[in-house]
């Protein structure tokens, strides 16, 4: 690199959001003396929301870092300094076909290989869509800890994330505030993947991806919704608050934690509109592209743990919501129909509630109507 008379462009920490003042630096992309070109990533920060790259705004490079991995840094804050003088070393005037050839010499394991052996690793059922594969797939604790021996006996400690320490504090702060109590249904599934199987194809041509059942439940969900506010309503002080739209939060797992990203206006969406945001949720998920406007709001929160083969379980109410509908893996079991035992492909569903708004005989018509609208998805194009 060669250096002539220039200037600094000094990197500040940027706004990260409405209410967030800090964040701590997660990862520095780049070392001082290394060349940075403009829009690359030269930091990553936490919050407690999300994780945000922070990129160059100038080509130049690296000759000062002012805050460690792990350090707090408050918005504004100088993070780097750049130095515009510096011209790019020969190796980075590559042409990009020789790059984009390098890296795929040097790793060529790609994320759809590491999704199939993921699956094949545990045997995740078809019934599970590809997007919410992708959406769930990249949690850390699946990776399991290395351990050095089992004669010895030892211990570290990790500063927890902004991301995590947010997570913890929000679910001791919702049972510590809402009466939670949890209602469970069986839904049989038969007609829903029959109908996800007669419009798979169809619907890959038209939009370019797959219908999953999360979806369905979306759009089952905003049906239920409109027919009983009270669940898309939560209490603020001595105050019932009713909104008059529906934002449905997804639960979704990342490599940094369990993030719970919105997508607005589903009283306005059809089914494939639905599809189409919870895919564009997935590769945005995938990136490490969410930002601080993804998570704000949401009135209602869907969670599928059934792509972890979970059976049953008790979701927590993501506050100040006062509903969350758990889905949960599919399997065939044996049931009564017409007094005959048959073989049905059933998932459990529970619906944990903030008893303090919701009566039980709310929430349990509630989860009914979505049961129902899942068992007979007809009823959907009637109530939509």
């Known amino acids: 690199m060669k250096n002539h008379i220039g200037c600094t462009e000094t990197i500040k920490v940027p706004r990260l959001g409405d209410s967030i003042t800090e964040g701590t630096i997660n990862e520095w992309k780049k070392k001082v003396g290394d060349y940075v070109k403009a829009d690359e990533t030269i930091t990553i920060i936490d919050t407690d929301k999300v994780s945000v790259d922070i990129n160059s705004k100038v080509s130049g490079g690296l000759s000062k870092i002012f805050a460690d991995v792990g350090d707090v840094v408050l918005v504004d804050a100088p993070l780097c300094e750049i130095d515009t003088s510096v011209e790019p070393p020969e190796d980075i005037c590559k042409t990009k076909e020789e790059v984009g050839e390098s890296k795929n010499n040097e790793n060529n394991y790609t994320f759809n ?82 109908l996800r199987s007669e ?76 599809e189409l945001a919870l895919s564009d949720l997935a590769t945005k998920a995938r990136s490490n592209k969410l930002s601080i406007d993804d998570f704000s709001g949401g009135t209602f929160t869907i969670s599928n743990g059934g792509v972890f083969g979970s059976m049953l379980s008790t979701p927590i109410i993501n506050m100040p919501q006062s509903a969350i509908l758990g889905m949960h893996t599919i ?17 459990y569903l529970a619906l944990t509630y903030d008893h303090r ?8 018509q509630f989860l009914c109507a979505i049961r129902d609208y899942i068992e007979n998805p007809n009823l959907m194009l009637i109530d939509c």
């Open 357 to 364: 708004l919701l009566d039980g005989r709310e929430a349990v």
């Open 331 to 347: 399997k065939n079991r044996p049931v009564v129909v017409n007094n005959e035992i048959v073989i049905r492909p059933i998932m």
């Open 199 to 274: 419009l798979n194809d169809i619907f890959q041509k038209k939009y370019s991806c797959k219908l999953g059942f999360v979806s369905l439940f979306m759009y089952a969900s905003t049906l239920a919704l409109k027919k009983m506010p009270n669940v898309n309503a939560y209490i603020e002080n001595d105050e019932i608050v009713y909104k008059n739209y529906i934002d449905i939060s997804v639960a979704v797992a990342t490599p940094n934690g369990l993030t719970v990203p919105v997508i607005r206006n589903c009283q306005n969406k059809n089914l494939p509109q639905l």
């Open 113 to 194: 290989q590491l999704n199939r052996d993921i699956k094949d690793e545990a045997h995740i059922k078809d019934e599970v869509s590809k997007n919410e594969k992708d959406i769930f797939v990249k949690d850390p604790i699946c990776f399991g800890n290395d351990y050095e021996s089992i004669n010895e006996r030892t211990e570290r400690r990790v500063r927890m994330l902004p991301i995590r320490k947010r997570i913890a504090e929000r679910l001791k702060e919702s049972q510590n505030t809402c009466a939670l109590l949890t209602t469970f249904n069986e839904c049989d599934m038969s007609k829903a993947m029959l």
